[in-house]
């Protein structure tokens, strides 16, 4: 019998810009032993089904690492699966996993995601194989890269709406203060806009301080029916029940320069918010939404976001955003974990480790300075590309 | 060339347990490895638009159901899924928006040779209905939205075809 979806456990490393001591198995072992003893479970006996979140083959230097993953972990003879969308890797796990429980096909998934995108190879060879993911021909042969894309985009925002600097200087220094809370986080900072606009230049107007990080980490979340969770996972009836009420994704197209006259926004994630928002029975997002976790794979980008989830009109977004309305004392605080930015960003990992932010706000089990008082319902986002693809998935404790 | 670190640095803090489970773990060692590979790529139905460049003549594709004109090319309508058809543009067009790269990811040959800051443009060209990205050479210029520029053809060889062109000012 179909049911909507329980978080029903969540663990992962400490995110780094490298992890020498360990590979990508190491990492997902280590998370799993942090998921198992967060579930208070000691093994996977009862786990149904697997599926490996991870983006680049090429980052590893191994294809077929999904099936690596599953067999590190003992989950063999067990069905499995590798989920792939860039950026929005580990969302769109998230989702399939979802719909895995959702059909009736199993009553439990452990997602688990890793990445190793850290120091394994140059920043040179990382912004190559990034470019990669761009369009070859077109893109990615020019010398183009995802930095410049997006700031190409913010210019337009900036030239159309007014958006300031200083907009998203105020995100890349709101979201590495508040990573200084999160004992997980890789790069907590505690630094001034000024200190961001002083910043060297990467691609205009994204300066190194707006850009987020490169990192290595993983993490897991066993998603199951409520009855199987009842059933199997220890801790479940010692926390409130956090359901997985809403999952929304959208598509844009490759090349920014082919969503022309639209080219300031995310029509992939404001179809994303409306599907999930439908979903969750959400009418009032700014209102119904206590905590969110935002792709802010770079500062410019979670004023991009706010607008295109339908939170504050078209080109509200920079002084919106600047005024506070998103920090952690804000009417609807924003990456709490200190987001892409602060906490850190392992590509395969990003979108579960945004979902387990929010899992912890809605337990209420998070470091009481980051903690959303009373939060009840949360909100990731996470894209891929220039959000060429984009998923936004809600939660919901219900107590 | 091997660049290895070897290392029985202790990491009781990064291991997070405090029973040691790890302890038999502790050292580890890095490699470097390299992994070189050598593509025949086709460009397939865009192959005409890079052939054009050579003879300093830019083409985009038209679709006679919606009319819309794609820059950079689509071999197939994407809106009504038909066939499109090639049109030569002139080339010339205006500036809509743009970054300056200060870290070049020397992609190629081409782009390796680039001195930083270099820019990359996004150009609505005349009879577009597409911004086209390229590089935008207009050393000294203060650049603007709306400003006009034009497809400048290159001398080869090139790593890709695409460098057979970029954009400079009208
Ligand atoms: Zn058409």
């Given amino acids: ?399 | 060339m091997s660049d290895k670190v070897s290392s029985l640095i202790d990491i009781t803090e990064r291991a997070g347990c405090a029973d040691d489970a790890w302890g038999d773990f502790r050292g580890f060692e890095r490699i470097t490895l390299e992994l070189k590979q050598r593509y025949h790529y086709s460009l397939g139905r865009q192959s005409r638009f890079f052939i054009e460049l050579e003879n300093r003549r830019f083409f985009a594709t038209a679709c006679a159901s919606c009319g819309r004109v794609y820059a950079p090319p689509r071999p197939l309508c994407p809106a009504c899924l038909q066939p499109t058809t090639w049109r030569e543009l002139s080339g010339e067009g205006s500036l809509e928006t743009w970054s300056a790269l200060h870290f070049s990811p020397g992609t190629n040959a081409d782009v390796a040779a680039l001195q930083t800051p270099y820019v990359l443009a996004y150009a609505l060209l005349d009879g577009a209905s597409t911004l086209f990205p390229h590089l935008l050479r207009a050393e000294g210029e203060s650049l603007r939205q709306g400003m006009r520029l034009r497809v400048a053809y290159n001398e080869g060889p090139v790593s890709h075809p695409i460098h057979l062109m970029h954009f400079a000012p009208a």
Wanted: hydrophobic letters at 40%; aromatic letters at 6%; proline letters at 4%.
């Fill in chain 1, 1 to 399: 019998m179909p049911s909507v979806p329980v978080v029903a456990a969540v663990g992962c490393t400490e995110i780094a810009s490298e992890r020498r001591d360990c590979n990508a198995r190491d990492l997902l072992t280590d998370a799993l032993l942090d998921l198992l003893a967060d579930a208070g479970m000691d093994g996977l006996g009862a786990v149904e089904h697997g599926l490996a979140s991870y983006e680049s083959d090429h980052f590893n230097m191994q294809m077929t690492l999904g099936a690596i993953l599953h067999d590190t972990i003992g989950m063999t003879p067990k069905p499995s699966l590798r989920v792939e969308g860039g950026g929005a890797t580990g969302a769109l796990a998230l989702r399939t996993a979802w719909a895995h429980i959702q059909s009736g096909l199993c009553d439990s998934v452990l997602v688990y995601g890793v990445e190793k995108n850290g120091r394994g190879v140059s920043s040179q060879t990382a912004n190559q194989l990034f470019a990669l993911s761009a369009d070859v021909d077109w893109e990615t042969a020019i010398g183009g890269t995802y930095t410049s894309f997006y700031a190409a985009m913010m210019r337009a925002h900036m030239a159309q709406y007014g958006t300031r600097e200083e907009h998203f200087a105020h995100v890349a220094a709101r979201n590495r203060a508040n990573a200084a809370f999160n004992p997980i986080a890789q790069k907590p900072m505690d630094i001034s806009i000024d200190d961001v606009l002083r910043s060297r230049p990467v691609a205009d107007p994204y300066k190194l301080l707006d850009c987020s990080l490169l990192s290595d980490g993983a993490a897991c979340l066993l998603l199951a029916s409520e009855a199987w969770a009842r059933e199997h996972v220890p801790t479940f009836r010692t926390r409130p029940p956090v359901f997985f009420t809403g999952t929304g994704c959208g598509t844009d197209t490759m090349r920014l320069g082919d969503r022309h006259p639209h080219i300031t926004n995310f029509r992939a994630k404001q179809q994303a918010a409306q599907a999930a928002y439908a979903m969750a029975g959400i009418r009032d997002p700014l209102r119904e939404i206590d905590v969110a976790e935002l792709y802010d794979s770079y500062s410019g980008v979670e004023i991009q976001a706010v607008e295109d989830l339908g939170w504050v009109g078209r080109g509200e977004g920079g002084k919106t955003v600047a005024a506070g309305a998103f920090d952690l004392d804000g009417i609807l605080p924003v990456n709490p974990s200190g987001g892409l930015l602060g906490r850190g960003a392992p590509v395969g990992a990003t979108g579960i480790l945004q979902a387990i932010e929010v899992t912890q706000q809605l337990w209420g089990l998070v470091d009481e300075r980051r903690q959303v008082p009373g939060a009840k319902r949360g909100l990731a986002d996470t894209h891929a590309g220039i959000a060429s693809i984009s998923v936004v998935n809600i939660f919901e404790r219900r107590d």
